[in-house]
């Protein structure tokens, strides 16, 4: 390395020469090498810039490793939390359209009475109280929450009636939909022919209960097409109890706007729905108008026509923060349903929207602690890495700082140099990560990147003083032994109690980890956890590694291979060192943590998309085509590419009685022996129980065997459950197993389906499994009306979600920095350590050691710390894993009951292990290059 610059009043010395004549009193320099008057009366620390600028241009290589590990760990730092929190608007959003009608808010108004004489009253005022019951759901929300919603749209929609002329099986719908701020304005139409549905008498009029009323309605162009009717026409609608009821169409129109949200609350009214009522039924809707809604009031019974105010969140404009306050609305509001005294109906809220954002709140915190977790890791390491730069710099400018000491540069000075250059250092790099963080994330996390940028500011300077300091301090060794011991054995408890503080740490961390689970905003000691961990496992290596090498050295020593002697006494001159250690153990340790992650959340998505299909693919067949479904799954199972089709009926909503608590569960009733070789396809755990039910036969006497699985251990195998009926006594159950994972419902019962018919229960199979690779188009291809359910597209979906995404992401790129960053833990020690290795070896070069043996010696000097955190960084890492998994909830991600089962990626592991073992064994032979021009002179005169 070549000398610091020289300082005013002093010539330029070689490293390694004779300081100089020193005054009488120790530590004060001669007037000859005194520095000049400025250094003298300076009150302040004056640095020495032509000093700064010579350090800099020497030492520019590990300057800019420093500056690259900077820039890598702000921009990953500063990027990732501004990420999370557009991720969880993202996340938000998403859940709210995934769950769809659910998430929107529904009122239910109340009707005015209309009997007030025992008769029914047309009431013309009817449009304007719709009105105002659209505005009313609305007056008790914030203007903020307000603008989170759509304007309301008010419906008032009649049951479905069935058309009994013609051959075709239509069904009819009265619809009157109400988004304008005018009285009873509605989505805007024109009519083609005819005019807009009119009153059927005007005024306030009072008729009998019995007494026929027809209806004026509106058709549009296609439904008209496919009546095949023109404005005049009259059709005869049958309602559920057998009455007949007469619409008049007024008029066909055409909407304005197709788009306008309201036709998305009755899309039969703006086209025909094929199969809405069941297979081969068309449902057309009839539109209303204001002067026809008192007819169509007082001409269907009561109950028949419903008014309802919808509220759809604004998915493009709200956030995770505005979703805390539209949930907070929402549920005061379902608590607070009450009757309003103006008109003296009824209005309940209904809604699953708060569900919707208690199950996203708690999927963002989930993966807002598990990106901490890794963020932190890679905090960690950096800051080891980063010191291991800092004590490399310092070794190599030990002789220019010693020089400079001795020839009277005071501390501060030195000290402020250091930290003009570092601090620039750090500025400058932590501004370049934060700028690219800006280009990829909306936002940079200033506070995040922060401590790695006061690491790389404070560490060089700190490492570099301390190295002046100690070459020219005046404490002598003491000679008497008892002193040296004293002052041994107090290094020693000063080394145990900064272990112990740290072993201490990480226990804490951990235990609050486990205690708390996730808690939202929590960065601090819980999601620091591993990584403190991982550096107090470390040091507990580094304790042990002299044992390790001092056991080789004797076994050496006894051996007649010189090679390993020499080898074995330099691994154990080194084996002291830390921060090598430390880093490389760190470094593999949480990216196997980080790769286990990865893994272990892809293999729990696989799994949460079979629970939801239950097979490669689903069909829940429609009420009105139950008839079909054995029949049709004959036809799915005879498809290419079939291995699989079982068919059984499942009912939502079921009540059953178990040890005293009333429960809703999930009735699977399958046939149990079809239903676990279907199960045997899949990697669905549990099958075998259906055993239980096929070896148990059916009777009308005994209590059904069942299968149960239960969230909150209600339903537990060898309770008694009642299953309750409809105007019927409850029918006895005995839980004789765990139910296979099937459906995402925390409570299922699965029974034989053969057992229910005997015990009395009617089982009308409504839902078909298939298994194979031609299940999706055998199941599309079916023909029968339900709703599809296919666990590819599932899975994707899951994949796709934003937070998912994001946290798969980020877990791969933390992994990928941690290796790198073990990595150069190992090469940062090696050329730490380089100088004073290739001295010995070149000593022994000189007593007839050949080149090739020297890169022995070398390798095995680098080969014990590598080898150590190869072989325990990865346990190391699993073990975090496995001691996390429950804390981290990664099941909010999955879509699972439970937490997904560890998934090692074993290849992975292996690889990270091998790349470390690799790089150890690179490392020698590049060094020997390096070195290979050295002559025989300069070796000679190596150490002065």
């Not at 400079?404 to 540069?409: C, I, N, S, V």
């Not at 330099?570 to 992650?597: D, N, Q, W, Y």
């Amino acid at each position: 390395m070549s000398p610091a610059p020289g300082r005013p009043g002093t010539a330029p010395e070689p490293v390694g020469s004779d300081p100089g004549p020193q005054s009488p009193r120790r530590g004060v320099p001669s007037a000859s090498s005194r520095p000049g008057p400025r250094r003298l009366s300076a009150a302040r620390p004056a640095p020495h810039w032509p000093s700064v600028a010579g350090r800099a241009r020497a030492d520019a290589g590990p300057l800019a490793l420093v500056a690259v590990v900077v820039v890598v760990t702000a921009l990953l730092a500063g990027a990732v939390p501004p990420l999370l929190r557009a991720t969880a608007d993202a996340a938000v959003r998403d859940a709210i359209r995934r769950a769809g009608p659910p998430a929107t808010v529904r009122v239910q108004v109340g009707w005015s009475p209309d009997d007030l004489n025992g008769g029914r009253t047309r009431l013309p005022e009817l449009p304007a109280e719709v009105e105002s019951a659209r505005l009313l759901a609305t007056a008790g929300l914030t203007d903020d929450v307000r603008s989170l919603l759509d304007p309301p749209i008010a419906t008032a929609l009649s049951e479905v009636f069935t058309m009994p002329e013609g051959t075709a099986p239509r069904t009819l719908q009265l619809a009157y939909l109400a988004n304008s701020p005018e009285a009873g304005g509605g989505p805007e139409v024109t009519w083609v022919a005819g005019a807009a549905p009119a009153a059927t008498r005007e005024g306030r009029l009072e008729i009998r209960v019995d007494e026929p009323w027809p209806v004026q309605a509106g058709l549009s162009e296609s439904a008209a097409a496919v009546l095949g009717i023109a404005p005049g026409a009259r059709l005869t609608v049958r309602d559920a109890t057998g009455l007949d009821r007469d619409v008049l169409v007024s008029g066909v129109f055409r909407p304005v706007d197709p788009a306008d949200p309201a036709w998305r609350l009755a899309p039969s009214v703006l086209a025909p729905v094929p199969g809405a009522d069941g297979a081969g039924t068309v449902r057309i809707g009839a539109l209303l108008s204001p002067d026809s809604l008192p007819d169509a009031r007082i001409a269907l019974k009561a109950g028949q026509l419903t008014q309802t105010i919808w509220l759809t969140p604004r998915t493009d404009t709200i956030t995770w923060a505005s979703a805390e306050k539209l949930a907070a609305a929402v549920i005061k509001l379902k608590t607070t349903s009450a009757t309003s005294g103006q008109y003296g109906e009824t209005i309940r809220w209904e809604t699953q929207l708060d569900t919707v954002l208690r199950d996203a709140r708690g999927a963002v915190d989930a993966a807002g602690t598990q990106a901490s977790v890794l963020l932190i890791a890679v905090l960690m390491t950096a800051a080891l890495v980063l010191l291991l730069a800092a004590d490399l710099l310092a070794r190599r400018r030990a002789p220019g700082l010693v020089t400079a000491r001795r020839r009277g540069a005071a501390l501060p000075d030195l000290t402020l140099e250091l930290l003009v250059e570092a601090g620039l250092l750090a500025l400058l790099a932590g501004a370049a990560g934060l700028a690219l963080a800006l280009l990829v994330a909306p936002g940079v996390a200033v506070g995040w990147a922060l401590p790695v940028v006061l690491v790389a500011a404070l560490a060089g300077p700190a490492f570099g003083t301390v190295t002046a300091a100690r070459a020219t301090r005046n404490r002598r060794a003491p000679a008497n032994r008892s002193a040296r011991r004293w002052a041994e054995r107090t290094g020693r408890i000063r080394r145990a109690t900064l272990d112990a503080a740290i072993v201490l740490a990480a226990t804490g961390a951990f235990v609050s980890l486990r205690q708390r689970g996730i808690v939202a905003g929590d960065d601090g000691l819980p999601a620091g956890a591993p990584a403190l961990a991982a550096v107090a496992a470390g040091l507990l290596l580094l304790r042990l590694m002299p044992l390790g090498t001092g056991l080789a050295l004797r076994r050496a020593l006894r051996s007649r291979r010189p090679l390993a002697v020499f080898g074995a006494a330099r691994a154990a001159a080194t084996s002291g060192r830390a921060l090598p250690l430390l880093a490389m153990v760190a470094g593999t340790a949480l990216a196997t943590f980080a790769l286990t992650l990865d893994a272990t959340t892809a293999r729990g998505l696989s799994d949460g998309a079979w629970r939801t299909a239950g097979a490669d693919a689903r069909l829940d067949v429609s009420p009105s085509a139950a008839g079909s479904t054995v029949d049709v799954t004959a036809r799915i199972a005879a498809a290419p590419g079939v291995r699989q089709a079982v068919a059984g009926q499942t009912l939502d909503g079921v009540r059953v009685v178990a040890d005293g608590q009333a429960v809703t569960v999930r009735l699977v009733a399958v046939d149990p022996a079809a239903f676990r070789r279907l199960l045997a396809d899949t990697p669905i755990a549990g099958a075998g129980a259906l055993d239980r039910l096929a070896a148990a036969p059916p009777s009308p006497a005994a209590p059904v065997p069942v299968l149960v699985r239960s969230a909150d251990g209600v339903l537990g195998v060898g309770v008694r459950v009642d299953l309750l009926r409809e105007a019927q006594s409850a029918l006895p159950l005995t839980a004789v197993g765990t139910a296979p994972a099937v459906g995402d419902v925390p409570d299922l019962v699965v029974a034989d389906a053969a057992a229910l018919t005997a015990a009395g229960l009617t089982v009308a199979p409504n839902t078909v499994w298939v298994t194979g690779t031609g299940a999706a188009d055998a199941v599309r291809d079916a023909g029968l009306t339900g709703t599809t359910v296919l666990r590819a597209e599932v899975l994707d979906a899951r994949r796709a979600a934003p937070l998912t995404a994001g946290l798969l992401l980020l877990a791969r790129a933390a992994a990928v920095t941690l290796l790198a960053f073990a990595l150069l833990g190992l090469f940062l020690g090696a050329a730490a350590d380089a100088p004073e290795r290739w001295r010995t070896l070149s000593r022994l070069r000189t007593l007839g050691l050949r080149p090739r043996d020297t890169r022995w010696v070398a390798a095995g000097e680098l080969l014990p710390p590598a080898l150590t955190a190869a072989i325990a960084g990865p346990p190391l890492g699993l073990g975090l894993a496995w001691l996390t998994r429950d804390a981290l909830a990664l099941r909010l991600l999955t879509g699972q009951a439970a937490d997904p089962v560890l998934t090692p990626p074993w290849w992975q592991i292996a690889l990270v292990a091998a790349i470390l073992l690799a790089a150890a064994a690179l490392v020698a032979p590049v060094e020997a290059a390096v070195r290979r021009h050295r002559n025989l002179a300069e070796t000679l005169r190596i150490g002065g």
